[in-house]
């Protein structure tokens, strides 16, 4: 804690009544009115200078190729083109991998996966270029593909060397376990579906310079790649971003492809260059969330209790690394969620595949580690005639007594787990949704009807909150204060519609007890502040919120200094609230004391940083302690299946998260709704599938289907469990933008209960997920041919 943030909380008891506190309030979302009239500026809106062009991509159509020939002559004759540009008009380095340069911008004698981008066309429109880049004609000798990750790890084809993790003697606890549990399980990919696609705006400078308007989460990255390619310094470049139509991960890395293109051909023809990817072609050439395949062995004893586990996991990375590294990193840190696991040995493969190159995802890995323990726990039970819920709770970290607190609340990578409230919230989750009645229910029901199935199932979530790699988890912010006494606002977090800049703003007013109105969160740009982290990994709120809580603070222990002269007493009796500034009996309006302190040059602007303690990590034992906490939530869904169809519908959910002391209530809701919709798609609905050859199929949203309306529970009930956060967080609240979206990990374990239920629960469903009407009907046939 820094000096300003301990005289802040040291004048906090003497605040008033918490009426104007600009924290802990559901304020609406600083852009929900522009949103909604179609005013707020997205990349694509800003008006274009005169003699913009714009570009489009031409792609491989081919998995894996040398490329023979590439005859551009029609594509150049097109009519609108302008310029066509490949690998070797390139002014610098050829290469955008987030970590490792194994990343072209554009292909240069192989491709890798159909849809890698070959050449860049330029026209006087995006019709035109679009039209054009499908003329060219490509001479391909094709070579052998790798396309799934079984098959990859079958090739021993991996980006990365494997991983391992082990604690205790899993070995030894496997050959003495009285039941040990054999499986294999396989869990899809996910389309990010952002609703604004990848787009770059690239306008050239003076000298050389390049200004980017970039639909990106990582500006700072944005600006360093943009930089290689065009043989630039950092300072030479300008990365800007407002606001994106949604990124879930998707716009973390693979946005460098867009803003690269469009920087090469914007510096090499002088001219404005705009790169809109169009669905098809976005879906075509980005990276979605890794799927991943699991075999696992199991040893536990009769209580459910898991003993010892071993698992590989591999996921199909795709031709080059981008982050498939830290993904897995976090699968194998997940792997436990919130069960206390004594002896395990794990094994975490990134397969290559000549597929699209993988990338973020909301939740980064996490989902597709927990995933795992959720679905053996769940066969756990069934095998021992138990209630899931009752053998999630014998292997729950800690002791609901608080017995054994010590012994069993430390990871299998040593973080010992210091806020363990997942027994106190599951408890109150099965109290407030008659969890234990319902159950008696949908048994009732079951055996009353042949066809229609029900199924129930509640779900724990213990989620590390931080970057797994240290160094990123640091934050800036400029704050100004104007002579009108009206704030502005610049941190290196992006807005994506998850209502950063609104909890930023938050604490700021709050910091300098100013109504919210009064201050303003401008775009994220690179010259303001450098070298910034992406807004990933569920730390926005986190990281920018105490930086800019840092630079307002500053700023109010300077006013105060004035104050204190003014009113003739000591700065510490000096309080800020309500747009006022108050001594005891005595008050100044905020704007009149900031004018004072500029006629007497006091200092009215102020930066802030903010790093998070205690987080470290070594990748080559792969133990330490890589999250400054954890967040907590717990689900409990109700489903119905049609065991004709396979069709399904979910009845009812009720969810519990632990978002700490809450920055903003109605936004931190709105996130674990929409996070749980966002995971219940990837479960159920959002399957991706490539043919023979390598292309994939689910490319448009007539072939790829996100969860609608229709598809959402009709009693859906969200509750934030009362929780102050024990770490130091911004107004000890917790994150809540990835957590939630393993809270549905109830939907998918509810349809395989109702599966289940098809063969009086004493078959354990072989259910894939996605949970497909097609993978529900595989699964039902299956318990039927088993219970025979």
């Known amino acids: 804690m820094n000096k300003h943030t301990e005289e802040f909380m040291s004048a906090k008891a003497g605040l008033p009544p918490a009426s104007w506190s600009a924290v802990g309030k559901p304020n609406p979302h600083e852009s929900a009115i522009l949103h909604v009239t179609g005013e707020a500026t997205y990349t694509d809106d800003i008006i274009e200078l005169q003699g913009s062009l714009h570009a ?25 083109v302008v310029a066509v540009y490949t690998a070797d008009d390139i002014p610098g380095d050829n290469q955008c991998g987030a970590i490792i340069h194994d990343d072209p911008v554009l292909a240069d004698g192989l491709v890798q996966y159909v849809g890698q981008p070959i050449f860049l066309v330029v026209a006087d429109s995006h019709d035109a270029a679009r039209r054009a880049a499908r003329l060219a004609a490509i001479d391909y000798e094709e070579l052998p593909a790798i396309l799934t990750p079984r098959a990859a790890h079958e090739a021993q084809s991996y980006v990365l060397p494997p991983m391992h993790l082990s604690r205790g003697k899993p070995a030894e606890a496997l050959a003495s376990a009285p039941h040990v549990l054999n499986g294999k399980f396989d869990v899809g990919g996910q389309e990010q579906f952002y609703l604004e696609g990848q787009i770059s705006y690239a306008i050239p400078k003076e000298g050389r310079a390049m200004h980017v308007y970039c639909s990106t989460q990582h500006p700072s990255e944005m600006q360093h790649h943009i930089a290689v390619v065009l043989n630039l310094a950092s300072h030479d470049v300008l990365v800007e971003c407002r606001r994106m139509g949604g990124g879930f991960g998707g716009k973390e890395s693979q946005s460098a492809l867009w803003a690269c293109a469009a920087a090469v051909a914007a510096a090499r023809l002088r001219r404005p260059v705009k790169l809109r990817a169009d669905r098809d072609d976005d879906m075509i050439v980005t990276g979605k969330r890794h799927c991943f395949a699991y075999d696992y062995e199991i040893g536990y004893d009769d209580s ?143 055996a009353q009807n042949t066809i229609l199935k029900k199924g129930l199932a509640l779900t724990p979530v213990k989620f590390g909150i ?54 303003r969160c401008t775009a994220t740009d690179t010259s303001k502040i450098a070298n910034t982290s992406a807004t990933a990994a569920s730390t926005g709120s986190d990281l920018n919120g105490k930086a800019a809580q840092d630079a307002a603070l500053q700023i109010r222990a300077r006013l105060a200094q004035v104050a204190a002269a003014r009113f003739g007493v000591d700065a510490g009796a000096i309080r800020f609230a309500d747009g006022l ?8 309006p905020f704007p009149e004391l900031v004018m004072q302190a500029y006629l007497a040059r006091t200092q009215l602007w102020s930066d802030g940083f903010y790093s998070t ?11 330490g ?8 939530g717990a689900a409990v869904a109700e489903v119905v299946i049609d065991t004709l169809t396979g069709e399904w519908k979910p009845l009812r959910v009720d969810s519990l998260y632990d978002a700490g002391d809450s920055l903003n209530p109605a936004i931190d809701i709105g996130q674990v709704e929409g996070g749980f919709i966002q995971g219940m798609g990837w479960l159920t609905t959002e399957e991706l ?61 509810a349809i395989r209960d109702a599966v289940s239920a ?6 354990n469903p072989p259910l894939r997920a996605p949970a497909t009407s097609e993978a529900i009907l595989d699964a039902v046939d299956a318990v039927r041919a088993a219970a025979i």
């Open 56 to 80: 489009a991509l031409g792609l491989s159509q081919k998995a894996h190729a040398k490329l023979r020939a590439v005859d551009l002559s029609k594509v150049k004759a097109s009519p609108g």
């Open 613 to 623: 303690p205690r987080v470290h990590w070594d990748s080559k034992t792969m133990t």
């Open 304 to 446: 459910g209790r898991i003993v010892a586990a071993k698992i590989d996991m591999v996921s199909r990375a795709g031709f080059s690394a981008d982050l498939s590294g830290p993904v897995a990193t976090r699968a194998v840190c997940h792997f436990d969620n919130a069960y206390y696991l004594s002896d395990v040995e794990i094994h975490a493969m990134c397969g290559k595949t000549n597929t699209q190159s993988n990338t973020a995802f909301r939740g980064f890995g996490g989902p597709q580690g927990a995933i795992a323990i959720e679905y053996i726990i769940d066969e756990i039970a069934r095998n021992l005639g138990k209630d899931a819920l009752e053998v999630r709770r014998a292997n729950f970290y800690g002791d609901s007594s608080g017995e054994g607190q010590d012994a069993r609340n430390v990871t299998h990578y040593g973080q010992k787990v210091e806020d363990n409230v997942i027994h106190a919230l599951v408890d109150e989750l099965e109290r407030t949704s008659d969890y234990q009645a319902r159950r008696a229910a949908v048994q009732a029901f079951n």
């Open 466 to 519: 931080s970057f797994n790699v240290p160094h990123l988890n640091q934050a800036g912010s400029l704050v100004h204060v104007y002579t009108d006494g009206s704030v502005l606002v610049n941190h290196g977090g992006t807005e994506m519609g998850q209502g950063l800049n609104t909890k930023v703003a938050q604490v700021v007013a709050h910091a300098l007890g100013l109504p919210l109105d009064k201050v």
């Open 581 to 588: 500034v108050i001594a005891g009996e005595q008050t100044v």
């Open 689 to 749: 599938w490539w043919n023979k050859d390598g292309k994939l199929m689910t490319h448009a949203p007539s072939t790829y289907k996100i969860p609608a309306i229709s598809d959402c529970p009709a009693d859906f009930r969200t509750q934030l469990f009362r929780n102050s956060n024990v770490s130091d967080t911004i107004h000890r609240s917790k994150a809540t933008g990835e957590p939630p979206l393993l809270l549905p990990f109830s939907v998918f374990l």
């Open 758 to 763: 098809v063969g009086e629960h004493k078959v």
């Open 625 to 632: 302690h890589p999250f400054f906490y954890f967040a907590y």
